[in-house]
Protein backbone atom coordinates (compact mmCIF):
# COMPACT_ATOMS: atom_id res chain seq x y z
CA UNK A 1 0.00 0.00 0.00
CA UNK A 2 1.28 3.40 -1.15
CA UNK A 3 1.83 6.26 0.73
CA UNK A 4 -0.88 9.05 0.92
CA UNK A 5 0.54 12.08 -0.78
CA UNK A 6 -0.25 15.77 0.55
CA UNK A 7 -2.76 17.89 -1.73
CA UNK A 8 -0.45 20.28 -3.70
CA UNK A 9 -1.26 23.84 -2.85
CA UNK A 10 -0.75 26.05 -5.71
CA UNK A 11 -0.19 29.77 -5.36
CA UNK A 12 -2.39 31.97 -7.48
CA UNK A 13 -0.79 35.14 -8.97
CA UNK A 14 -1.68 37.96 -7.69
CA UNK A 15 -4.21 40.50 -9.13
CA UNK A 16 -2.88 43.86 -8.26
CA UNK A 17 0.21 45.56 -8.77
CA UNK A 18 3.92 44.84 -7.58
CA UNK A 19 4.53 46.82 -4.12
CA UNK A 20 6.40 49.67 -4.08
CA UNK A 21 9.08 50.08 -1.85
CA UNK A 22 7.12 52.81 -0.25
CA UNK A 23 4.30 50.49 0.49
CA UNK A 24 6.49 47.57 1.54
CA UNK A 25 7.87 50.18 4.02
CA UNK A 26 5.03 50.78 5.65
CA UNK A 27 3.84 47.14 5.90
CA UNK A 28 6.54 46.13 8.04
CA UNK A 29 5.27 48.44 11.12
CA UNK A 30 3.53 45.71 13.08
CA UNK A 31 1.80 46.49 16.45
CA UNK A 32 3.98 45.54 19.77
CA UNK A 33 2.41 47.27 22.44
CA UNK A 34 -1.00 48.47 23.03
CA UNK A 35 -1.45 51.24 26.14
CA UNK A 36 -4.92 51.28 26.96
CA UNK A 37 -6.24 54.39 29.08
CA UNK A 38 -9.29 55.40 30.94
CA UNK A 39 -10.43 58.30 28.82
CA UNK A 40 -9.71 59.01 24.82
CA UNK A 41 -6.36 60.22 23.59
CA UNK A 42 -6.79 63.29 20.79
CA UNK A 43 -3.22 64.44 20.93
CA UNK A 44 0.50 62.77 20.51
CA UNK A 45 3.37 64.95 21.72
CA UNK A 46 6.55 64.14 20.78
CA UNK A 47 10.20 64.61 22.23
CA UNK A 48 13.67 62.81 21.76
CA UNK A 49 13.24 59.19 23.31
CA UNK A 50 9.88 60.17 24.60
CA UNK A 51 6.13 60.90 23.89
CA UNK A 52 3.36 62.08 25.95
CA UNK A 53 -0.56 61.33 25.90
CA UNK A 54 -3.50 63.01 27.06
CA UNK A 55 -6.64 60.73 28.83
CA UNK A 56 -9.13 63.41 30.24
CA UNK A 57 -7.58 65.38 33.27
CA UNK A 58 -3.91 63.03 32.63
CA UNK A 59 -1.03 63.30 30.89
CA UNK A 60 1.08 60.70 30.61
CA UNK A 61 5.11 60.33 29.72
CA UNK A 62 6.10 57.24 28.06
CA UNK A 63 10.15 56.13 27.24
CA UNK A 64 11.05 55.17 23.90
CA UNK A 65 11.75 53.16 22.54
CA UNK A 66 11.11 50.75 25.98
CA UNK A 67 7.25 52.10 25.80
CA UNK A 68 7.17 52.39 29.58
CA UNK A 69 5.70 54.65 31.16
CA UNK A 70 7.66 57.01 32.79
CA UNK A 71 5.08 59.61 34.67
CA UNK A 72 1.68 60.67 35.02
CA UNK A 73 1.06 64.31 35.44
CA UNK A 74 -2.50 64.47 37.64
CA UNK A 75 -1.89 68.49 38.33
CA UNK A 76 -5.34 69.45 36.03
CA UNK A 77 -8.33 70.58 37.21
CA UNK A 78 -10.23 70.34 33.49
CA UNK A 79 -9.35 68.10 31.10
CA UNK A 80 -6.90 68.21 28.77
CA UNK A 81 -6.91 68.65 25.07
CA UNK A 82 -3.45 69.85 23.49
CA UNK A 83 0.26 68.92 24.29
CA UNK A 84 3.45 70.16 22.56
CA UNK A 85 7.25 69.59 23.75
CA UNK A 86 9.92 72.02 23.13
CA UNK A 87 12.48 71.05 20.70
CA UNK A 88 14.89 70.19 23.48
CA UNK A 89 12.22 67.45 25.30
CA UNK A 90 12.65 69.91 28.57
CA UNK A 91 9.47 71.42 28.65
CA UNK A 92 5.90 70.29 27.74
CA UNK A 93 3.07 73.09 26.94
CA UNK A 94 -0.50 71.45 27.60
CA UNK A 95 -3.72 73.44 27.23
CA UNK A 96 -7.09 72.74 29.46
CA UNK A 97 -10.46 72.91 28.85
CA UNK A 98 -10.78 76.62 30.32
CA UNK A 99 -8.25 78.28 28.29
CA UNK A 100 -5.51 77.99 30.67
CA UNK A 101 -1.92 77.02 29.72
CA UNK A 102 0.22 74.46 31.49
CA UNK A 103 4.02 74.21 31.68
CA UNK A 104 5.74 71.65 32.97
CA UNK A 105 8.59 69.31 33.06
CA UNK A 106 8.18 65.63 31.89
CA UNK A 107 10.43 64.79 35.21
CA UNK A 108 8.19 66.02 38.07
CA UNK A 109 4.74 65.83 38.80
CA UNK A 110 3.78 69.66 39.77
CA UNK A 111 3.12 72.52 36.58
CA UNK A 112 5.82 75.35 36.95
CA UNK A 113 3.52 77.53 35.68
CA UNK A 114 0.04 78.25 34.62
CA UNK A 115 -0.65 80.89 31.93
CA UNK A 116 -4.11 82.31 32.10
CA UNK A 117 -5.83 85.55 30.62
CA UNK A 118 -4.80 84.43 27.10
CA UNK A 119 -8.29 82.00 25.98
CA UNK A 120 -11.91 82.32 27.60
CA UNK A 121 -12.15 79.02 25.80
CA UNK A 122 -10.80 74.83 25.55
CA UNK A 123 -6.96 75.37 23.92
CA UNK A 124 -6.73 72.79 20.97
CA UNK A 125 -3.93 73.55 19.29
CA UNK A 126 -0.17 74.11 20.43
CA UNK A 127 2.91 75.31 18.77
CA UNK A 128 6.29 76.47 20.00
CA UNK A 129 8.25 79.23 18.50
CA UNK A 130 10.91 76.49 16.33
CA UNK A 131 14.09 76.88 17.92
CA UNK A 132 13.17 79.46 20.43
CA UNK A 133 12.70 78.48 24.08
CA UNK A 134 10.27 81.84 24.97
CA UNK A 135 7.54 81.61 22.54
CA UNK A 136 4.98 79.59 22.28
CA UNK A 137 1.76 79.88 20.60
CA UNK A 138 -1.98 78.51 21.15
CA UNK A 139 -5.04 78.12 19.97
CA UNK A 140 -8.50 77.77 21.21
CA UNK A 141 -12.61 77.42 20.72
CA UNK A 142 -12.78 81.40 20.98
CA UNK A 143 -11.27 81.86 18.09
CA UNK A 144 -7.61 83.31 19.06
CA UNK A 145 -4.03 82.48 19.08
CA UNK A 146 -2.37 83.81 21.60
CA UNK A 147 1.71 84.00 21.39
CA UNK A 148 3.17 83.68 24.70
CA UNK A 149 6.14 85.07 26.18
CA UNK A 150 7.66 82.51 28.63
CA UNK A 151 9.91 84.79 30.58
CA UNK A 152 7.10 87.12 31.38
CA UNK A 153 4.35 84.33 31.65
CA UNK A 154 2.17 86.31 29.55
CA UNK A 155 0.73 86.87 25.83
CA UNK A 156 2.62 88.82 24.23
CA UNK A 157 0.54 88.94 20.30
CA UNK A 158 -3.05 87.97 19.88
CA UNK A 159 -3.88 87.01 16.58
CA UNK A 160 -7.95 87.36 15.92
CA UNK A 161 -9.60 86.41 12.88
CA UNK A 162 -11.02 82.97 12.98
CA UNK A 163 -14.33 82.83 13.45
CA UNK A 164 -14.79 79.48 14.65
CA UNK A 165 -12.22 76.66 16.96
CA UNK A 166 -9.20 76.94 15.71
CA UNK A 167 -8.01 73.27 15.62
CA UNK A 168 -4.28 73.16 14.75
CA UNK A 169 -1.03 75.61 14.78
CA UNK A 170 2.02 74.79 12.30
CA UNK A 171 4.95 76.53 10.84
CA UNK A 172 5.71 78.70 13.47
CA UNK A 173 9.34 80.05 13.23
CA UNK A 174 11.44 82.73 15.85
CA UNK A 175 12.88 83.68 12.53
CA UNK A 176 10.43 84.33 10.03
CA UNK A 177 7.37 84.86 12.44
CA UNK A 178 5.22 82.79 10.18
CA UNK A 179 2.33 80.94 11.71
CA UNK A 180 0.16 78.50 10.07
CA UNK A 181 -3.28 77.75 11.39
CA UNK A 182 -6.92 76.17 10.69
CA UNK A 183 -10.24 75.91 11.95
CA UNK A 184 -13.95 75.06 12.44
CA UNK A 185 -14.59 78.46 10.02
CA UNK A 186 -13.72 76.34 6.73
CA UNK A 187 -10.63 78.09 6.90
CA UNK A 188 -6.66 77.91 7.04
CA UNK A 189 -4.48 81.18 7.77
CA UNK A 190 -1.33 82.27 7.66
CA UNK A 191 -0.52 84.81 10.15
CA UNK A 192 2.85 87.19 10.73
CA UNK A 193 3.55 86.49 14.71
CA UNK A 194 4.86 89.86 15.16
CA UNK A 195 2.08 92.36 13.44
CA UNK A 196 -0.93 90.31 14.31
CA UNK A 197 -1.56 90.37 10.73
CA UNK A 198 -3.16 87.48 8.65
CA UNK A 199 -1.35 87.63 5.51
CA UNK A 200 -3.06 84.49 3.55
CA UNK A 201 -6.28 83.15 3.97
CA UNK A 202 -6.87 79.65 2.30
CA UNK A 203 -10.82 79.13 2.20
CA UNK A 204 -12.26 75.08 2.18
CA UNK A 205 -15.42 73.92 1.93
CA UNK A 206 -15.50 71.92 4.87
CA UNK A 207 -13.88 72.47 8.68
CA UNK A 208 -10.20 72.09 8.43
CA UNK A 209 -9.28 69.70 11.23
CA UNK A 210 -5.27 69.92 10.22
CA UNK A 211 -2.45 71.88 9.02
CA UNK A 212 0.94 70.93 8.15
CA UNK A 213 4.06 73.47 6.38
CA UNK A 214 5.94 71.04 3.98
CA UNK A 215 9.70 71.38 4.02
CA UNK A 216 10.63 74.41 2.30
CA UNK A 217 8.28 76.61 4.09
CA UNK A 218 6.70 77.57 0.20
CA UNK A 219 4.00 74.45 0.39
CA UNK A 220 1.22 73.87 3.20
CA UNK A 221 -1.00 71.02 3.13
CA UNK A 222 -4.35 70.74 5.19
CA UNK A 223 -6.75 68.56 6.15
CA UNK A 224 -10.83 69.24 5.33
CA UNK A 225 -13.30 66.90 5.90
CA UNK A 226 -12.02 63.19 3.92
CA UNK A 227 -9.76 65.37 1.59
CA UNK A 228 -6.06 66.41 1.65
CA UNK A 229 -4.63 70.08 0.17
CA UNK A 230 -1.54 71.21 -1.26
CA UNK A 231 -1.40 75.22 -1.36
CA UNK A 232 1.48 77.40 -2.99
CA UNK A 233 2.20 80.06 -0.29
CA UNK A 234 4.15 81.67 -3.29
CA UNK A 235 2.07 82.21 -5.84
CA UNK A 236 -0.48 83.56 -3.06
CA UNK A 237 -1.88 81.11 -2.29
CA UNK A 238 -2.46 78.60 -5.07
CA UNK A 239 -4.09 75.10 -4.95
CA UNK A 240 -2.08 72.94 -6.46
CA UNK A 241 -3.47 69.06 -5.63
CA UNK A 242 -6.33 67.70 -3.74
CA UNK A 243 -6.69 64.22 -3.09
CA UNK A 244 -9.75 62.25 -1.76
CA UNK A 245 -8.65 59.12 -0.33
CA UNK A 246 -10.03 58.55 3.08
CA UNK A 247 -13.56 57.30 3.35
CA UNK A 248 -14.15 60.10 6.32
CA UNK A 249 -12.68 63.06 8.40
CA UNK A 250 -8.46 63.06 7.88
CA UNK A 251 -7.91 63.54 11.86
CA UNK A 252 -3.60 63.89 11.28
CA UNK A 253 -0.83 65.31 8.79
CA UNK A 254 2.26 64.39 9.35
CA UNK A 255 5.63 63.83 7.47
CA UNK A 256 7.93 60.78 6.86
CA UNK A 257 11.08 59.89 5.03
CA UNK A 258 12.89 63.02 6.42
CA UNK A 259 10.04 64.93 4.26
CA UNK A 260 9.66 63.43 1.07
CA UNK A 261 6.04 61.82 2.00
CA UNK A 262 3.03 63.39 3.50
CA UNK A 263 1.33 61.21 5.85
CA UNK A 264 -2.41 61.36 6.86
CA UNK A 265 -4.53 59.42 9.56
CA UNK A 266 -8.12 59.46 9.10
CA UNK A 267 -11.42 57.74 11.17
CA UNK A 268 -11.64 54.81 8.53
CA UNK A 269 -9.20 53.62 10.15
CA UNK A 270 -6.60 54.07 7.55
CA UNK A 271 -3.22 55.86 7.05
CA UNK A 272 -2.57 57.16 3.41
CA UNK A 273 1.06 57.77 2.56
CA UNK A 274 1.51 60.57 -0.74
CA UNK A 275 4.11 61.73 -2.36
CA UNK A 276 5.32 64.84 -1.77
CA UNK A 277 6.26 65.79 -5.63
CA UNK A 278 3.60 64.20 -7.48
CA UNK A 279 1.19 64.38 -4.60
CA UNK A 280 -0.08 60.61 -5.65
CA UNK A 281 -1.18 57.97 -3.07
CA UNK A 282 2.06 55.48 -2.53
CA UNK A 283 1.02 53.29 0.30
CA UNK A 284 -2.04 52.55 1.74
CA UNK A 285 -1.93 51.48 5.86
CA UNK A 286 -4.95 49.95 7.78
CA UNK A 287 -5.56 50.52 11.22
CA UNK A 288 -8.81 48.35 12.44
CA UNK A 289 -10.46 51.58 13.99
CA UNK A 290 -11.09 55.06 14.14
CA UNK A 291 -7.16 56.98 14.50
CA UNK A 292 -7.44 60.52 16.14
CA UNK A 293 -3.75 61.06 16.16
CA UNK A 294 -0.70 59.77 14.74
CA UNK A 295 2.50 60.65 14.64
CA UNK A 296 6.15 58.82 12.87
CA UNK A 297 9.38 58.97 15.20
CA UNK A 298 12.10 58.16 12.83
CA UNK A 299 11.53 55.26 10.78
CA UNK A 300 11.12 53.13 13.34
CA UNK A 301 7.99 53.35 15.85
CA UNK A 302 4.30 54.75 14.31
CA UNK A 303 2.16 55.97 16.98
CA UNK A 304 -1.54 55.99 16.78
CA UNK A 305 -4.48 57.05 19.45
CA UNK A 306 -7.86 55.91 18.40
CA UNK A 307 -11.15 55.88 19.41
CA UNK A 308 -11.50 52.78 21.66
CA UNK A 309 -9.32 54.73 24.45
CA UNK A 310 -5.88 52.86 23.28
CA UNK A 311 -2.55 53.92 21.98
CA UNK A 312 -1.04 51.49 19.78
CA UNK A 313 2.58 51.78 18.91
CA UNK A 314 3.82 50.05 15.56
CA UNK A 315 7.46 49.05 15.38
CA UNK A 316 9.00 48.44 11.71
CA UNK A 317 10.63 45.08 11.58
CA UNK A 318 14.17 45.45 10.62
CA UNK A 319 16.11 43.83 7.65
CA UNK A 320 18.51 40.77 8.45
CA UNK A 321 21.83 42.00 9.01
CA UNK A 322 25.07 40.34 7.93
CA UNK A 323 25.56 36.77 9.31
CA UNK A 324 28.15 37.08 11.06
CA UNK A 325 30.66 33.65 11.27
CA UNK A 326 28.82 32.43 8.58
CA UNK A 327 29.94 34.84 5.65
CA UNK A 328 33.84 33.27 6.62
CA UNK A 329 33.15 29.85 6.65
CA UNK A 330 34.05 27.60 3.46
CA UNK A 331 31.43 27.39 0.25
CA UNK A 332 32.64 24.12 -0.31
CA UNK A 333 30.34 23.13 2.85
CA UNK A 334 27.08 22.39 0.85
CA UNK A 335 24.78 23.82 3.48
CA UNK A 336 22.81 26.60 4.12
CA UNK A 337 23.77 29.90 5.64
CA UNK A 338 22.20 29.08 8.97
CA UNK A 339 23.31 25.61 9.07
CA UNK A 340 26.46 27.12 8.68
CA UNK A 341 26.07 29.23 11.46
CA UNK A 342 24.92 26.85 13.84
CA UNK A 343 28.04 24.19 12.82
CA UNK A 344 30.42 27.19 13.61
CA UNK A 345 29.50 27.20 17.19
CA UNK A 346 29.99 23.67 17.39
CA UNK A 347 34.02 23.91 16.30
CA UNK A 348 33.72 23.37 12.36
CA UNK A 349 32.07 22.37 9.34
CA UNK A 350 31.12 18.74 7.98
CA UNK A 351 35.13 17.08 7.15
CA UNK A 352 36.51 19.42 9.61
CA UNK A 353 38.95 17.48 12.00
CA UNK A 354 38.36 18.74 15.54
CA UNK A 355 41.53 19.27 18.05
CA UNK A 356 41.79 16.67 20.76
CA UNK A 357 42.74 19.16 23.16
CA UNK A 358 39.28 21.00 21.78
CA UNK A 359 37.69 17.86 22.55
CA UNK A 360 38.99 17.29 25.75
CA UNK A 361 38.09 21.12 26.78
CA UNK A 362 34.81 20.68 25.25
CA UNK A 363 33.51 17.90 28.03
CA UNK A 364 35.88 18.88 30.83
CA UNK A 365 34.20 18.94 33.97
CA UNK A 366 31.75 16.59 32.95
CA UNK A 367 31.06 13.34 35.32
CA UNK A 368 29.83 10.19 34.54
CA UNK A 369 25.77 10.11 35.33
CA UNK A 370 25.58 13.78 34.77
CA UNK A 371 22.97 15.43 31.89
CA UNK A 372 25.73 16.42 30.43
CA UNK A 373 27.75 13.59 30.50
CA UNK A 374 24.54 11.90 28.91
CA UNK A 375 24.97 14.29 25.66
CA UNK A 376 28.46 13.95 25.18
CA UNK A 377 28.86 13.55 21.42
CA UNK A 378 25.86 15.34 20.12
CA UNK A 379 28.02 17.80 18.70
CA UNK A 380 30.82 15.21 16.91
CA UNK A 381 30.59 16.47 12.93
CA UNK A 382 30.88 13.62 10.38
CA UNK A 383 33.77 13.21 8.35
CA UNK A 384 33.88 12.95 4.62
CA UNK A 385 33.83 8.64 4.72
CA UNK A 386 31.28 8.70 7.49
CA UNK A 387 27.95 6.95 7.02
CA UNK A 388 25.23 9.20 8.29
CA UNK A 389 22.00 7.83 9.39
CA UNK A 390 18.95 10.10 9.34
CA UNK A 391 16.15 9.97 11.62
CA UNK A 392 12.81 9.36 9.98
CA UNK A 393 10.46 11.67 11.08
CA UNK A 394 6.45 10.86 10.74
CA UNK A 395 4.55 13.66 8.44
CA UNK A 396 2.20 16.16 9.80
CA UNK A 397 -0.46 16.43 7.36
CA UNK A 398 -3.05 19.53 7.62
CA UNK A 399 -6.59 18.60 8.88
CA UNK A 400 -8.07 18.60 5.37
CA UNK A 401 -5.24 15.86 4.29
CA UNK A 402 -6.05 13.47 7.47
CA UNK A 403 -10.16 13.91 6.34
CA UNK A 404 -9.28 12.84 2.63
CA UNK A 405 -6.91 10.00 3.60
CA UNK A 406 -9.58 8.86 5.21
CA UNK A 407 -11.93 9.58 2.27
CA UNK A 408 -14.14 11.84 4.23
CA UNK A 409 -14.84 14.40 1.08
CA UNK A 410 -17.75 16.38 3.39
CA UNK A 411 -15.08 16.76 5.96
CA UNK A 412 -12.43 17.55 3.53
CA UNK A 413 -13.80 20.43 2.17
CA UNK A 414 -15.20 22.16 5.59
CA UNK A 415 -11.84 22.10 7.17
CA UNK A 416 -10.38 23.79 3.48
CA UNK A 417 -13.07 26.38 3.92
CA UNK A 418 -12.04 26.85 7.67
CA UNK A 419 -8.97 28.09 6.41
CA UNK A 420 -9.83 31.28 4.42
CA UNK A 421 -7.42 30.35 2.22
CA UNK A 422 -8.54 30.15 -1.55
CA UNK A 423 -5.64 28.45 -2.99
CA UNK A 424 -6.59 25.92 -0.46
CA UNK A 425 -10.04 25.05 -1.13
CA UNK A 426 -8.79 25.45 -4.81
CA UNK A 427 -6.76 22.31 -4.46
CA UNK A 428 -8.84 20.45 -2.47
CA UNK A 429 -11.49 20.89 -5.29
CA UNK A 430 -9.51 19.91 -7.85
CA UNK A 431 -8.45 16.84 -5.62
CA UNK A 432 -12.09 15.87 -5.19
CA UNK A 433 -13.24 16.16 -9.12
CA UNK A 434 -10.28 13.78 -9.68
CA UNK A 435 -11.49 11.67 -7.20
CA UNK A 436 -15.16 12.07 -7.84
CA UNK A 437 -16.19 12.71 -4.74
CA UNK A 438 -16.90 16.74 -5.12
CA UNK A 439 -20.66 15.84 -5.26
CA UNK A 440 -20.70 13.76 -2.28
CA UNK A 441 -19.01 16.75 0.04
CA UNK A 442 -21.30 18.86 -1.40
CA UNK A 443 -24.58 16.48 -0.94
CA UNK A 444 -26.33 16.26 2.32
CA UNK A 445 -26.03 19.40 4.02
CA UNK A 446 -28.08 21.05 6.35
CA UNK A 447 -28.75 25.22 6.68
CA UNK A 448 -25.67 25.14 9.02
CA UNK A 449 -23.34 23.53 7.14
CA UNK A 450 -23.88 25.10 3.62
CA UNK A 451 -23.28 28.62 5.28
CA UNK A 452 -19.76 28.64 4.86
CA UNK A 453 -20.18 27.03 1.46
CA UNK A 454 -22.02 29.86 0.39
CA UNK A 455 -19.91 32.63 1.75
CA UNK A 456 -17.29 31.60 0.04
CA UNK A 457 -18.68 31.11 -3.19
CA UNK A 458 -20.20 35.08 -2.85
CA UNK A 459 -17.23 36.24 -2.19
CA UNK A 460 -14.43 34.76 -4.70
CA UNK A 461 -16.53 33.89 -7.48
CA UNK A 462 -15.80 37.34 -9.12
CA UNK A 463 -11.97 36.24 -8.92
CA UNK A 464 -10.70 35.44 -11.95
CA UNK A 465 -8.49 32.53 -10.37
CA UNK A 466 -11.00 31.01 -8.65
CA UNK A 467 -14.04 31.75 -10.94
CA UNK A 468 -13.70 28.55 -12.72
CA UNK A 469 -13.86 26.50 -9.28
CA UNK A 470 -16.47 28.79 -7.55
CA UNK A 471 -18.34 28.51 -10.62
CA UNK A 472 -18.38 24.41 -10.71
CA UNK A 473 -19.43 24.27 -7.22
CA UNK A 474 -21.95 26.70 -7.51
CA UNK A 475 -23.78 24.88 -10.32
CA UNK A 476 -23.47 21.43 -7.97
CA UNK A 477 -25.02 22.79 -5.25
CA UNK A 478 -28.54 23.89 -7.73
CA UNK A 479 -28.07 20.61 -8.85
CA UNK A 480 -28.51 18.96 -5.78
CA UNK A 481 -30.47 21.71 -3.59
CA UNK A 482 -34.06 22.88 -4.41
CA UNK A 483 -35.99 26.32 -2.80
CA UNK A 484 -36.73 24.58 0.20
CA UNK A 485 -32.65 24.27 1.03
CA UNK A 486 -32.46 27.97 1.26
CA UNK A 487 -34.86 28.50 4.20
CA UNK A 488 -32.43 30.16 6.28
CA UNK A 489 -32.55 34.01 6.08
CA UNK A 490 -28.79 34.25 6.04
CA UNK A 491 -28.65 31.59 3.06
CA UNK A 492 -30.99 33.33 1.43
CA UNK A 493 -29.32 36.30 1.54
CA UNK A 494 -25.58 34.91 0.74
CA UNK A 495 -27.61 33.18 -2.29
CA UNK A 496 -28.94 36.64 -3.25
CA UNK A 497 -25.34 37.95 -2.64
CA UNK A 498 -23.98 35.53 -5.13
CA UNK A 499 -26.63 36.13 -7.84
CA UNK A 500 -25.96 39.76 -7.90
CA UNK A 501 -22.42 39.34 -7.89
CA UNK A 502 -22.93 36.80 -11.00
CA UNK A 503 -24.60 39.55 -12.45
CA UNK A 504 -22.42 42.95 -11.93
CA UNK A 505 -19.51 40.35 -13.21
CA UNK A 506 -21.76 39.63 -16.33
CA UNK A 507 -22.24 43.18 -16.88
CA UNK A 508 -18.60 44.12 -16.86
CA UNK A 509 -17.36 41.45 -18.97
CA UNK A 510 -20.45 42.90 -21.40
CA UNK A 511 -18.99 46.16 -21.41
CA UNK A 512 -15.07 45.04 -21.87
CA UNK A 513 -16.63 43.33 -24.66
CA UNK A 514 -18.14 45.90 -26.07
CA UNK A 515 -15.30 48.25 -25.73
CA UNK A 516 -12.60 45.67 -26.96
CA UNK A 517 -15.04 45.73 -30.37
CA UNK A 518 -14.73 49.70 -30.57
CA UNK A 519 -11.08 49.53 -30.51
CA UNK A 520 -10.58 47.25 -33.06
CA UNK A 521 -12.89 48.79 -35.32
CA UNK A 522 -10.76 52.03 -34.49
CA UNK A 523 -7.54 50.31 -34.93
CA UNK A 524 -8.64 48.99 -38.15
CA UNK A 525 -9.78 52.54 -39.48
CA UNK A 526 -6.34 53.64 -38.54
CA UNK A 527 -4.72 50.69 -40.43
CA UNK A 528 -6.30 51.17 -43.49
CA UNK A 529 -5.77 54.78 -43.52
Given at each position: MGEYVPV?????????????????????????????????????????????????????????????????????????????????????????????????????????????????????????????????????????????????????????????????????????????????????????ARSGKCVLTLSHAQPVESVLVLPGGALVATAAGNGVYVWDLVSGGRALASTVNHAKTVTSLFLAASGRSLVSAGLDGQIKVYDVGAFGVQASLRLGSPCLAAALVGDTHLLTAHADTTVVVRKRSKATGDLGAASVLPQSSGLTAGANERLAGFGGVPGMVVEPQARAEQHLGTNPGTYRYFLRGGRHLPSQGDFVVSARRKTQFAPYDRSLRKFRYKEALDEALKSHEPAIVAAVVEDLVQRGGLRAALASRDELSLEPVLRFLARHIANPNMSRTCARMANLLLELYDESAWGSELNSNLLLRLRQVIEQELTSQQALTKLAGTIEAIVANIIQV
Open positions: PVRRLPGLGRELTPEARFWRKFKATVTLKHLATTTIIALAPQQFAVNASMHVTVYDLPSCREARTLNCFKSPVHSLSFRNDGQLLAAGDDVGDVHLLQPTKRTALAIMKGGHSRAVHAMAWAGDSKQHLASGADDGVIAIWDIGARAVRTTLSGHTDRVRALAGYEAESALLASCGHDHTARLWD
